[in-house]
Structure formats: structure tokens, C-alpha cells
């Protein structure tokens, strides 16, 4: 549910500048804008409630949110233009097919990897 409304913030973030910059600024940079407001918005939410880890260090639990941020952001620039310029599809639209699976993965990644139990050891 989280990483369904954590999409939502970001494509309503995105259709907001869209409709702001109208044709003044190019679509890949509103995504990317949009993309990194949304990390900077969502991380806490995460860290907080949604996986409990209070116990880490925010830099490096926020430097691994991003990576796997990253990931889903290079999908977007990667396939957006291909939507967009080759088969005219609405940002916006082409937008929503590309973020249809991220939800469940970004959920499973952060779940094993960026927030996942460390395993304390104690000295002797």
C-alpha cells in the first residue's frame, strides 16, 4: 500500500509540473524533479512506520532508499521517450505503464535489502 501511494505522490507530482511547464520544460527533467521530491518526501515514512528502523543510520539508510530510487528512475528515463516519442503515448500515460510493477518490487528490494535486519555482533 505504501509503495502504491508513494507512485501516486509521484505521478501526481510529475502531472503537476506537467501542467505548470506545459511544453517550457522537457518531460525527463520534470520526472526527475518529481522523482527526487518524492524520495526526499517518503524516505521518513519508511524508515519510520513502514520498516521501523530506527536503529540505522539515516544517511546510509536514505543513500540505499535512493539506489534502489535510482533504479526505478533510469526506467523511467530509459522507457518514457520510447513511449512518448515512438508510440505518442500522453506522459502521463506512458508513465503509469511504466510504473505498474514498481509498487511490489521496490516494497521487495527495500524490504531485503535497504531496510533489512542487521545482524548486530558484540564484542567478546
Known amino acids: 500500500m505504501t509503495s502504491a ?3 501516486l505522490l509521484y505521478c501526481s507530482l510529475l502531472g503537476l509540473g506537467l ?3 506545459k ?5 525527463l527533467f520534470l520526472a ?4 527526487l521530491t518524492t524520495v526526499v518526501i517518503v524516505y521518513p515514512w ?8 530506527a536503529g540505522q543510520p539515516w544517511l546510509t539508510g536514505y543513500l540505499r532508499f535512493y539506489v534502489v530510487g535510482l533504479g526505478f528512475l533510469a526506467t523511467s528515463l530509459a522507457g518514457l521517450p520510447v513511449l512518448v516519442e515512438l ?4 506522459v502521463m500515460a506512458a508513465q503509469a505503464l511504466l510504473l505498474v510493477i514498481s509498487p511490489t518490487v521496490s516494497y521487495a ?3 531485503a535489502w ?5 545482524a548486530t555482533t558484540q564484542a567478546g
Open 46 to 53: 519508511y524508515r519510520l512506520v513502514v520498516f521501523r528502523a
Open 87 to 90: 508510440f505518442h503515448l500522453p
Open 23 to 27: 511544453d517550457a520544460v522537457p518531460y
Open 19 to 21: 501542467l505548470v511547464a
Open 5 to 7: 501511494t508513494t507512485a
Open 109 to 111: 528490494i527495500h524490504r
Open 32 to 35: 526527475m524533479a518529481a522523482h
Open 114 to 118: 535497504t531496510f533489512r535486519e542487521r
